[in-house]
């Protein structure tokens, strides 16, 4: 049997400065270097080969350090090998030229929502929403969270809403554990689910799940707009397409209705 590789420091160190560099738009030697554990000259050392191949830049009047959008093109290169990003985009760029609202592609990743992808609405008048290729969001009060939720067995649910996130971000958010289980019950029997100004102000989201080759869930399709253009009548239309939509998807994947 082969034994377990022992963690090796500096790629450790590597990836911890990468992901504090992430976080912020420019960040300074002094605090990398805490981030890290280590020492300033160890820390120049490894930012000097980060920017020798082009994943770091500095700014020389404050010699702070930043991101360059090579790490984003490596990761964009692995999103576009994903099967489900790749059965995905025809089915999204159908709903958006559709719909005229803004789609959404979204998975699980460390107990939150983690937006694939997304295509904007055209139409002049749209909201300023959060969400964003690579960005994250809470569970519980998205509708794309709360789809996949309900899709889930019973134990990997419980681990998710372990670490769920219940602050209220707006007066119409699901707070409690019981508010939450009588939605997903509802989503469940519909095959959708609805996001009535739940995560943003003035946003509202319809939104379907998408299942493996296996049957499991492993993502949601959605639809988002300004309230004022979602009524509950063009909701219950959407959700006709946006379930169909991720069937599709569904289907792509090699998923088999039992």
């Known amino acids: 049997m082969m034994k377990t590789a022992e963690p090796v420091l500096s790629v450790l160190k590597t990836m911890k400065l990468l992901e504090t560099l992430s976080a912020q738009e420019e960040v300074g030697v002094t605090e990398l270097a805490a981030a890290v554990d280590g020492n300033k000259s160890t820390v120049y050392r490894f930012l000097n080969t980060l920017s020798g191949l082009g994943y770091v830049s500095q700014n020389r009047n404050n010699e702070k350090y930043s991101l360059t959008l090579k790490l984003f093109q490596v990761g964009v290169q692995a999103l576009n090998r994903l099967d489900i990003h790749k059965a995905s985009l025809p089915v999204m760029e159908e709903l958006a030229e559709y719909s005229k609202e803004t789609i959404h592609l979204a998975s699980m990743e460390n107990h939150q929502v983690f937006y694939l992808d997304k295509i ?3 139409l002049a008048l749209r909201v300023a929403m959060g969400s964003a290729q690579g960005r994250f969001a809470p569970v519980v009060c998205t509708g794309v969270g709360k789809v996949i939720l309900a899709n889930m067995g019973h134990d990997e649910k ?3 809403l372990e670490h769920a996130d219940w602050t209220a971000r707006t007066e119409y958010s699901v707070t409690t554990p019981e508010e939450l289980e009588v939605r997903l019950i509802e989503i469940r029997k ?5 996001d009535l100004e739940e995560n943003e102000p003035g946003v509202r989201c319809v939104a379907a799940p998408i299942f493996d080759n296996k049957g499991v869930i492993c ?3 959605s639809i988002s707009g300004p ?3 979602m009524t509950k009548e063009k909701m219950k239309k959407l959700a006709l ?3 169909e939509g991720a069937g599709k998807i569904s289907d792509n994947l090699g998923y088999l209705k039992s």
């Not at 519909?190 to 609805?194: E, I, K, L, P, S």
């Open 241 to 243: 397409k946006v379930k």
């Open 227 to 229: 309230s004022l253009r």
């Open 219 to 221: 993502g949601a399709l």
């Open 120 to 122: 904007e609405s055209p």
């Open 190 to 194: 519909n095959g959708w689910a609805f």
């Open 158 to 160: 419980e681990r998710m």
